[in-house]
């Protein structure tokens, strides 16, 4: 975790401020009269965000209570993003991809001789036999098991391993702790109420089962075990079906097109819920920002949005999109950095960047160029108006991944998930320490009602300022600034999609 910055007084923020404005700032020529990052962010009404909420709530409840990928409601919320992005004077495109989903064929977990267990065979995981396989319930001695020590003098070899989620570790630590003790499968019982979508972060990381379990039937399952020897059944099988799906997106008319800024939030939810918080909230906001900037006239920078599809089926929607651009010769080298946002509303939150420079955490990942500068216009933001704000991991398990495996900077932020609040960020935040930061994520839960409104205000006018800030000026990122040549300026409207037509719109001589 990042220390917090000292509290700065109004005059220092005002000079804070103006100096991240002036280190982004273009010559004033180039953009519109009074425009700044700084208003523009004022335009950006975290209300009106909530009024998109609002909106992707109402569309679940009239569609079996979910947006999830495939569905009724993902359609329906894609259809709202492109009406309210019409109205405000925005050409939008879908930009479909087919990809392999998952059918469930059996998913209990059975105590012999007793009850039935409903498990969610996490993203990533093998399958079991058909039938299932038998074995006995090992417990760690440390419940939340991410490491072989949690498991102090119990002996999981052979046996199906029972962890509680939680323990500030993901999944697949817990799961290959378990594997290297000899377990034969891997059960994660909830923290919270109800029963959760767990993913292992990528194909091939585990090799035996790994399923998530209720907080109930988890606590069911640990107190037979207790009591005495007790073997299960575990049947968790899948199997692929080819389905096609689209992501949705749009930009600005204004801005030269050989250097895009790209901001993006996955659109679908889990078929637990409405998927409010994971990830109206990221949808909401960008969907908001690009309303406002419809609005100016004067840009160097196109900017782009994208709401994927599929994320939470295995970051489908973004994977396959960068990947069709990487078949296009010089279409990423247009993208001057990508910005991701996940998840920016979660009630118990912390004001989370990505970790860019690694000043906390060591990236599992190459860190492509430009991107601890695009983090800079973040957390520069952050300071300069006296915000404290932490490090996430700079992982790629959300939809910048595709973008910087291809080496496009990226940077983005975060308000948690289902990690633990520690008592520095307490002091930092506010919340309570011991829980997740989103207790209802992945669950029927996340609802409207599971939107803390001070975080989503505070990371709805970061993005509105960074937006602004890239739109004017990259050169930091990339070297590239100024409007480019506006001699005969040509842009396509549907930028690098040879599917769909060629018709080309004259920019405006002021663009």
């Known amino acids: 975790m990042s220390a917090r910055r000292p509290t700065t007084t109004l005059a220092g923020a005002v000079a804070l401020t103006l100096g991240v404005t002036a280190l982004l700032a273009p010559p004033a020529a180039a953009h519109g009269k009074g425009s700044s990052p700084e208003r523009f962010a004022q335009k950006v009404s975290s209300r009106a965000v909530m009024r998109h909420l609002d909106a992707f709530q109402r569309i679940a409840d009239r569609h079996d209570g979910n947006r999830a ?70 417990i760690p001695d440390d419940p939340f098991g991410c490491t072989t020590d949690a498991w102090g003098d119990a002996d999981p070899t052979g046996a199906v391993a029972v962890v509680s989620r939680g323990g500030d570790c993901p999944f697949s630590a817990k799961a290959l702790a378990a594997e290297a003790l000899g377990a034969v499968a891997v059960v994660v019982h909830n923290n919270a109420e109800g029963l959760f979508s767990g993913t292992l972060g990528a ?37 692929f079906e080819e389905v096609e799906s689209f992501n949705v997106l749009a930009e600005t008319r204004a801005g030269r097109d050989d250097n895009v800024v790209m901001l993006g939030a996955h659109l679908d939810g889990v078929e637990d819920g409405a998927g409010i918080n994971d990830n109206g909230t ?126 496009v900077p990226a940077s983005g932020l975060f308000t948690g998930a289902d990690g633990s609040k520690t008592e520095e960020e307490v002091a930092l935040f506010g919340g309570t320490a011991g829980i997740p930061y989103d207790p209802n994520y992945h669950t029927p839960a996340d609802d409207i009602t599971n939107v803390n409104p001070e975080a989503l205000r505070i990371m709805t006018k970061a993005i509105a300022f960074a937006t602004f800030s890239l739109a004017r000026d990259t050169s930091a990122i990339n070297g590239v600034s100024g ?19 060629d018709r080309v719109q004259p920019l405006d001589d002021a663009a």
Not at 121 to 130: A, D, G, K, R
Not at 208 to 229: F, H, I, N
Not at 484 to 500: E, F, I, L, Y
């Open 483 to 501: 409007p480019g040549d506006q001699g005969k300026p040509w842009k396509p409207w549907w930028p690098g999609k040879g599917r769909h037509d």
């Open 69 to 138: 990928a495939l569905t009724p409601g993902y359609e329906a919320s894609a259809q709202y993003v492109e009406r309210t992005l019409r109205r405000a004077g925005y050409r939008t495109w879908r930009d479909p991809f087919t990809f392999d989903r998952e059918v469930v064929e059996a998913a209990t977990l059975t105590v012999t001789g007793g009850e039935a267990y409903e498990v969610d065979q996490m993203t990533f995981s093998s399958s079991t036999p058909e039938g299932g396989l038998t074995a006995a319930v090992a």
């Open 203 to 239: 194909e091939g990381v585990v090799a035996v089962p790994v399923v998530g379990l209720s907080l109930a039937d988890g606590q069911a399952v640990v107190a037979a075990a207790a009591a005495g020897p007790v073997e299960v059944t575990l049947d968790a099988r899948i199997r």
């Open 282 to 407: 990221g949808s909401a906001a960008i969907l908001e920002v690009a309303v406002q900037l419809g609005r100016e006239k004067r840009l160097n920078n196109t900017v782009r949005f994208a709401w994927w599809g599929a994320e939470e089926l295995g970051l489908v929607g973004s994977t396959a999109y960068v990947e069709e651009l990487a078949t296009q010769e010089g279409e990423l080298d247009r993208i001057a950095t990508y910005l991701n946002f996940d998840m920016v509303g979660s009630p118990n939150y912390v004001i989370g960047v990505y970790d860019a420079d690694q000043s906390t955490y060591p990236a599992p990942v190459e860190v492509p160029a430009g991107s601890v500068e695009t983090e800079d216009v973040l957390t520069g933001y952050f300071d300069a108006i006296g915000q404290p704000w932490v490090d996430t991991e700079f992982s790629g398990r959300s939809d910048y991944q595709a973008f910087i495996v291809n080496g």
